[in-house]
């Protein structure tokens, strides 16, 4: 099922690129239809909304604005088990990002110059959740909990409706999970509409400075549209798993993991490298047999099928080379010491270390965040942090005397560029502040 490939040097770079040619930029087909949804909200607002509602899901839902009283009900009225689970896992969430809280600073000379930054909350961040099937509350807490950590004052949450009986409504979980992790209002919309709504603002939706989350081909074509309008997190691309294991690893461990991603969708990766062709061998022989067993297990096998490989590498050395080569989005070093690997390991998303620390850990449950970048955009970006939700905004205070002694070196640098309004204006307040 697995395919299974010995380094060379080429082969190897070959199968790695194919994979990551998957899940690309939309077709020009959606690209179409994404841009008319975004002018119509743009133009007609929550008519455009509602429209595109009844055209999508075949309902809108009378009241489309959830506070946090009825996101309480929904936290009190889910499974004890699932409630705990929640609060324990937002718990170690939040202890993870407050220490990515930044704080400002301030600097003085003697000569009374003063120079300073401040760091503010973003005011108000959209946060977009998929309904369905891919329903999930931790996404809720990975985005909500470090937005409300950097300070922002309004936290919206965007979640298609879904029908529940005679009544229109949201995911229970979801709603759950957003009682937990703060957030501020919930409104059911889903789309690209949604996005749309939040970025140019409707009666009915605020203006958002930020939208973050996951979502499907259209969504995402619509956040890459909006960029520039309002901030975004990242387009994400389909996920993704690379584990380094040597012959201490246990093959039933690796194919389990590499399965955990696999069943995501087809277009996910599952990776493995190694230097021993015996384990690459019974990993296969223990994919082949949990698959079988999976629920999800017709995705699973199109993922492993078209997008699984196995790489038998000469050395450890070359296992590492390839892994920051790939920058996957999980790393899992299944290694007899894998912290003498870590220092190694340059760019990977989020990495796991040893065979107690499965990547599902990080997704629900340790506290580091699961927003993490794909597609090999580990090699330049991170992943979601509270310093995703704040801005920067520096501030300078001089003296005249200290004024009067840069001035000579700022008036060099305005001629070497040719911007004599800019020398104008320090050397006016020295002859007089004639007109």
Excluded at 143 to 155: C, H, Q, R, T
Excluded at 310 to 328: K, M
Excluded at 345 to 356: D, E, K, Q, T
């Amino acid at each position: 099922m697995i395919r299974t490939i010995r380094a060379d040097g080429r082969t190897e770079f070959d199968a790695i690129a194919r994979i990551g040619s998957r899940g690309g930029t939309p077709d020009a087909d959606t690209e179409r239809t994404v841009r008319e949804i975004l002018a119509n909200v743009k133009e007609k607002g929550d008519a455009a909304v509602r429209a595109y509602g009844l055209a999508f899901d075949g309902f809108v839902p009378e009241r489309p604005v959830i506070g946090r009283e009825e996101m309480r009900i929904a936290f009190e009225a889910a499974a004890p088990g699932f409630r705990e689970a929640i609060v324990r896992a937002a718990d170690n969430i939040k202890r993870y990002h407050e220490k990515q809280i930044p704080a400002g600073y301030e600097q003085e000379s003697q000569n009374g110059v003063l120079l300073g930054q401040i760091v503010r909350g973003l005011s108000r961040v959209g946060l977009y959740v998929p309904g369905g099937t891919a329903a999930y509350p931790s996404t809720v807490l990975m985005n909500a909990i470090p937005a409300k950590l950097a300070g922002v004052e309004d936290l919206i949450m965007a979640t298609p409706p879904s029908a529940q009986g005679e009544t229109i409504g949201a995911n229970p979980n979801i709603l759950a999970a957003a009682f937990v992790a703060g957030v501020d209002r919930a409104i059911l919309i889903g789309g690209a509409q949604a996005a749309a709504a939040l970025a140019y603002g409707t009666e009915t939706v605020p203006k958002v400075d930020k939208i973050v989350g996951p979502g499907n081909v259209f969504v995402a074509a619509a956040k890459r549209l909006l960029f520039g309008i309002v901030d975004i997190d990242m387009i994400a691309g389909p996920s993704e798993i690379l584990i380094i294991a040597d012959a201490h690893a246990n093959p039933a461990f690796i194919a389990a993991d590499l399965l955990s991603q696999a069943e995501h969708d087809a277009d996910a990766a599952s990776i493995l490298l190694t230097t021993e062709e015996d384990l690459a061998d019974r990993v296969g022989t223990a994919l082949n047999a949990q698959l079988e067993r999976l629920e999800r297990r017709e995705t699973a096998r199109a993922s492993i099928a078209g997008n699984g490989l196995i790489v038998v590498c000469r050395s450890e050395d070359e296992a590492v080379d390839l892994a920051n080569h790939i920058a996957p989005e999980h790393l899992e070093i299944l290694t007899e010491d894998p912290l003498a690997l870590l220092p190694r390991i340059r760019n990977a998303g989020s990495v796991f270390l040893g065979p107690w620390s499965p990547e599902p850990l990080g997704d629900y449950y340790a506290g580091t965040n699961h927003v993490l970048p794909t597609s090999g955009t580990a090699k330049f970006a991170s992943p979601l942090g509270v310093y995703d939700f704040v801005k920067r905004m520096s501030y300078t205070r001089y003296t005249e005397e200290a004024l009067e002694a840069a001035k000579d070196d700022i008036i060099e640098i305005g001629n070497a560029e040719g911007l004599t309004a800019h020398v104008a204006s320090v050397k006016i307040r020295f002859e007089g502040g004639a007109a």
